[in-house]
DNA sequence: AGCACA
């Protein structure tokens, strides 16, 4: 690889109250993340993501440049003008699809403990069980210019006309805080909607699977965008959001910030334990 | 580009 290749990513238009984990959680699912960190500079949040080469980087401005953030943020991308420089420390915001730095100074601790990301995409052989199912042969780049703000539900179009439902739940079923489900084959063309038990495991997998060469896909990779409305939801003449099927109140994911990333189900898990809480911002 | 619904 060229040593002097630019695979770093410059973002900028975060609100003024971001965190770097913020910025960390955004990105670490995207093919090729290796590191990422917040710097200020008189008061403006700005991040810097380092990616495996070149054309990864590329694929990340691609997928994030102008993501809404939150309700007012909009997020710019682009290269940055150098490669930024890997604190020590930053081995512990690592993602899993970086390559492996070169003296192994970083494996006397797991770097990501949490065993919920899908097996196709651990680097380790011996982690990979036969039986887990493919993962998307390719990622393109896809134009996503209308997207919605974050929703807990993906809408998920460029399908082929004879994806599968068990093809959709293999990428989008393993990933955290998965919910449910829906393929929708419309006279025109096939659509799909995915819940998430919350934003940021929504955001997560928007980034990580955007662009998704899928084994049906016969027109790119599929394009991955936030819901109009949430699963389960609609807009009544006032705009307010009613619930159309039982047990979802209303409005909750829509109003809730973009922040505390974390996912907080497992796959399978994703529905919401009677009385458990709404998450608040 | 296409946003469904016990």
């Not at 080469?53 to 003008?81: K, M, Y």
């Not at 970086?98 to 403990?113: D, R, S």
């Not at 936030?226 to 609609?234: D, E, I, R, V």
């Amino acid at each position: 690889m060229n040593p002097d290749e630019v695979r770093t990513v410059f973002i900028t238009g975060f609100p003024q109250d971001v965190k770097e984990r913020e910025l960390n959680n955004l990105l670490r699912f995207l093919p090729g993340y290796e590191a990422s960190q917040m710097h200020w500079k008189n008061g403006q949040a700005q991040g810097f993501a380092l990616f495996s080469n070149g054309a990864t980087a590329r694929t990340a401005i691609d997928s994030s440049h102008n993501l809404t953030f939150d309700e007012t943020t909009t997020l710019r991308c682009e290269l940055a003008r150098k490669n930024m420089y890997i604190k020590d420390d930053q081995a512990a915001k690592r993602g899993r699809y970086g390559a492996e730095p070169q003296a192994a100074p970083y494996t006397a601790y797991a770097p990501n403990p949490a065993p919920q990301q899908p097996a196709y995409y651990q680097p380790s052989p011996v982690a990979a069980p036969a039986a887990m199912p493919a993962g998307p042969r390719a990622y393109t780049n896809v134009s996503n210019t209308k997207d919605n703000p974050p929703c807990n539900t993906l809408f998920i179009g460029n399908l082929g006309d004879t994806v599968s439902e068990s093809e959709l739940r293999n990428i989008f079923g393993t990933q955290p805080g998965f919910c449910q489900l829906k393929l929708n084959r419309g006279l025109k063309s096939v659509t799909c909607f995915v819940e998430y038990t919350d934003i940021a495991s929504a955001m997560a997998v928007h980034a990580s699977q955007q662009g998704a060469v899928l084994t049906s896909s016969d027109r790119g990779g599929i394009r991955i965008q936030f819901s109009k409305n949430p699963y389960g939801k609609k807009r009544d003449m006032a705009g307010n959001y009613v619930t159309t099927i039982p047990g979802q109140g209303p409005g909750d994911y829509m109003s809730q910030a973009a922040s505390g990333y974390e996912p907080t189900t497992v796959p399978g898990e994703g529905v919401k334990a009677e009385g458990e809480p709404d998450p608040v911002a």
